[in-house]
């Protein structure tokens, strides 16, 4: 009798596309065959961007909803790694430009902007609240100011104009098709780490000390720590989609909105 009632309690596996879901797969169709029907304008400027700043509110969600930590600041972390691709690239401002082939750049790029969110994570986390939003927009529009003021590094408030796309693969990666193909792999990647990282050990002791820090800091675990990691983490999805915004519209400028590079074709 026990054991047919074990028997009887056990749930058939899911398979991976009942675990997907309806509704994933026809955004996933629906995303892909969309530069079918769409012109370059809608592909770069509705579709490509949407996806950009997609992954840019993905960071913030798994800052704010996994960490309960809310920043302010996420449009500078992709500010910074944008004018790293200016800098450490080729620009046709006159001002720096070392040159360095994309492959090259982009790896320091995002590695810079990783190490400024960290920073800004460092500083913020030991407040709580309407306080860590108030310093992390302080940071922010220090951060605008500073580079529209700047002409040695930042080139002031011009900014970088002709900033190459990368071409491989045989592909220009500024057309339209190329461009939000991209973005779209990228939004994919960056959807896929926040699923997995949420349901890792990692993100399960972050939802913890996201409910009660003081409990979690008596068990052991090293709360700014782990706090501090994850102000890391997602400035690895903003980076490469400011990359992509630079490489794309060859243009990288301060905007008011906290230091993300207004772009123009």
């Given at each position: 009798?026990?054991?047919?009632?074990?028997?009887?309690?056990?749930?058939?596996?899911?398979?991976?596309?009942?675990?997907?879901?309806?509704?994933?797969?026809?955004?996933?169709?629906?995303?892909?065959?969309?530069?079918?029907?769409?012109?370059?304008?809608?592909?770069?400027?509705?579709?490509?961007?949407?996806?950009?700043?997609?992954?840019?509110?993905?960071?913030?969600?798994?800052?704010?909803?996994?960490?309960?930590m809310v920043s302010l600041a996420q449009i500078t972390v992709a500010g910074i790694?944008?004018?790293?691709?200016?800098?450490?690239?080729?620009?046709?401002?006159?001002?720096?430009?070392?040159?360095?082939?994309?492959?090259?750049a982009v790896p320091f790029a995002v590695l810079a902007a990783a190490l400024a969110?960290?920073?800004?994570?460092?500083?913020?986390?030991?407040?709580?609240?309407?306080?860590?939003?108030?310093?992390?927009?302080?940071?922010?529009?220090?951060?605008?100011?500073?580079?529209?003021?700047?002409y040695a590094i930042f080139n002031g408030h011009s900014g970088y104009a002709g900033?190459?796309?990368?071409?491989?693969?045989?592909?220009?990666?500024?057309?339209?098709?190329?461009?939000?193909?991209?973005?779209?792999?990228?939004?994919?990647?960056?959807?896929?780490?926040?699923?997995?990282?949420?349901?890792?050990?990692?993100?399960?002791?972050?939802?913890?000390?996201?409910?009660?820090?003081?409990?979690?800091?008596?068990?052991?675990?090293?709360?700014?720590?782990?706090?501090?990691?994850?102000?890391?983490?997602?400035?690895?999805?903003?980076?490469?989609?400011?990359?992509?915004?630079?490489?794309?519209?060859?243009?990288?400028?301060?905007?008011?909105?906290?230091?993300?590079?207004?772009?123009?074709?």
């Amino acid at each position: 009798m026990s054991l047919a009632i074990a028997t009887s309690s056990v749930t058939p596996q899911q398979n991976w596309l009942e675990r997907l879901g309806a509704g994933h797969i026809i955004l996933t169709v629906a995303l892909v065959l969309y530069p079918l029907v769409a012109s370059d304008f809608f592909l770069t400027q509705i579709g490509g961007y949407s996806l950009v700043f997609g992954m840019l509110g993905l960071s913030l969600m798994l800052l704010a909803g996994y960490g309960g930590m809310v920043s302010l600041a996420q449009i500078t972390v992709a500010g910074i790694s944008a004018y790293a691709i200016a800098i450490l690239g080729n620009n046709n401002s006159n001002v720096l430009g070392f040159g360095w082939p994309w492959w090259l750049a982009v790896p320091f790029a995002v590695l810079a902007a990783a190490l400024a969110s960290a920073l800004i994570g460092w500083i913020s986390v030991r407040t709580e609240g309407i306080y860590t939003i108030m310093i992390t927009l302080a940071i922010a529009t220090a951060t605008y100011y500073f580079a529209q003021q700047n002409y040695a590094i930042f080139n002031g408030h011009s900014g970088y104009a002709g900033i190459r796309a990368p071409a491989f693969w045989g592909l220009s990666w500024r057309d339209a098709k190329p461009f939000y193909y991209l973005c779209l792999g990228l939004a994919v990647l960056s959807y896929a780490a926040v699923l997995y990282g949420s349901r890792s050990t990692f993100g399960m002791t972050l939802q913890a000390i996201r409910d009660n820090p003081r409990r979690m800091r008596a068990l052991g675990y090293h709360v700014t720590a782990h706090k501090v990691f994850a102000w890391l983490l997602p400035a690895l999805s903003p980076d490469w989609p400011a990359c992509c915004w630079s490489g794309s519209t060859a243009a990288s400028r301060p905007a008011p909105s906290a230091s993300m590079p207004r772009s123009t074709c």
